[in-house]
């Protein structure tokens, strides 16, 4: 089955700097990508996914490349605000090829703190 | 509002007690997911519904079951847990066509197994 592994565990950045959060996968039908944030007692939220055909996609201060060939996408974020800190968590789905309901495989999390 | 509720939020039961915990969704999806959120663990899925039946069972104790009566609500049946359940339980639903991810999660039902 598809693993996905992220890194870093923790990222401590000054408020304005940009934070860059990475993610690898090992399952080469994947081709959906979705990153979400969650704040402390609150659900996971989707803040930007990508789908494999395309290489980046952008929404204001966020970012995610993709990098099919080496099986690796990256959350970036740019202008970072104390607001932002949270735990963001990348994911994957495999083509799931007949079946058609979405099947997420997570990592592990990154804790992203934004100092002012 | 999220358009995924789940209650109650937070449930604290003995081993040997039964409880049940409910999830309903009004964005019209029709596949719901359990997720078990641990702490410095990824969010393991438990199970998934799709057009009201299990599609999906990852191996999960049978001290859960889950039951799903229509496409718009989702149970999760609790029974003679372990103290190593003890978890953030959290519900999502999308979309019955892969490209119609994403999940949209509810807040999730804080567990303690004492």
């Known amino acids: 089955g598809e693993n996905v592994e992220q890194h870093p565990s923790t990222l401590s950045v000054q408020e304005g700097d940009s934070a860059v959060i990475k993610c690898t996968y090992s399952?080469?039908?994947?081709?959906?990508f979705p990153w979400y944030k969650q704040e402390l007692g609150k659900r996971p939220q989707l803040i930007i996914d990508i789908r494999s055909n395309v290489g980046e996609k952008k929404d204001q201060r966020i970012a995610v490349t993709l990098n099919k060939t080496a099986k690796h996408f990256s959350l970036h974020i740019t202008e970072t605000q104390p607001e932002d800190s949270a735990v963001y968590f990348c994911a994957a789905s495999p083509n799931a090829g007949g079946t058609s309901y979405g099947k997420l495989t997570f990592g592990q999390g990154t804790i992203l703190t934004v100092h002012p | 509002e999220t358009g995924v509720t789940q209650t109650p939020r937070h449930l604290v039961m003995g081993m040997t007690n039964k409880k049940s915990l409910k999830c309903e969704q009004h964005?019209?999806?029709?596949?719901m997911y359990w997720y078990k959120q641990s702490a410095k663990k990824p969010l393991e899925l438990m199970f998934v519904y799709s057009l009201e039946e299990r599609v999906e069972n990852n191996s999960v104790p049978s001290r859960f079951s889950p039951e799903c009566p229509n496409s718009s609500h989702l149970f999760l049946h609790l029974h003679t847990l372990q103290p190593e359940d003890s978890a953030l339980y959290l519900c999502?639903?999308?979309?019955?066509?892969?490209?119609?991810?994403?999940?949209?999660f509810g807040n999730g039902t804080r567990l303690t197994v004492t």
């Open positions: 999502a639903s999308s979309q019955d066509r892969q490209t119609r991810l994403p999940l949209h």
């Open positions: 964005l019209g999806h029709n596949a």
């Open positions: 399952d080469s039908a994947s081709n959906y």
